[in-house]
C-alpha cells in the first residue's frame, strides 16, 4: 500500500524558512519521480517543485525559483523541501505527490499547512 506522509509545516515569519519532508513507503521510491504541489485558499493545486527518479533532475515554479530547493534521501525514502526567504503569498496547503511511470499513476500525501505571516 502506496503511503506518503507530509511533515514540517507550520507557521513562519516573512522571510524566515522551512523544512517539508514526506516519508514514502509501498513502493520502490528511487523509481518514482517526487514533487511538491500547494494549493492557497481559493486558489487551484499549483506544482511547486519535481525530483525525477533517481534524483538527476529539479524543476521549479518561477514563483519559487531561487527560494525552495527539492531534494530527496533514496535510503530513506524521503523528499524534502527547503523553503527560504519565505512570502505570504507562499501561505498554502502542501502536498507531496508520486508518479510511478512503470503503472502511469500518482500517489497524493494528505498534505501540511504553511501559514507565512507576521
Known amino acids: 500500500q502506496v503511503q506518503l506522509v507530509e511533515s514540517g509545516g507550520g507557521l513562519v515569519q516573512p522571510g524566515g524558512s522551512l523544512r517539508l519532508s514526506c516519508a514514502a513507503s509501498?513502493?520502490?521510491?528511487?523509481?518514482?519521480?517526487m514533487s511538491w504541489y500547494r494549493q492557497a485558499p481559493g486558489k487551484e493545486r499549483e506544482l511547486v517543485a519535481t525530483?525525477?527518479?533517481?534524483?538527476?533532475?529539479?524543476n521549479y515554479a518561477d514563483s519559487v525559483k531561487g527560494r525552495f530547493t527539492i531534494s530527496r534521501d533514496n535510503a530513506k525514502n524521503t523528499v524534502y523541501l527547503q523553503m527560504n526567504s519565505l512570502k505570504p503569498e507562499d501561505t498554502a496547503v502542501y502536498y507531496c505527490?508520486?508518479?510511478?511511470?512503470?503503472?502511469?499513476?500518482?500517489?497524493w500525501g494528505k498534505g501540511t499547512l504553511v501559514t507565512v505571516s507576521s
Open positions: 509501498g513502493f520502490t521510491f528511487g523509481r518514482a519521480t
Open positions: 505527490k508520486a508518479y510511478r511511470s512503470y503503472y502511469d499513476m500518482d500517489y
Open positions: 525530483s525525477t527518479s533517481g534524483g538527476g533532475s529539479t
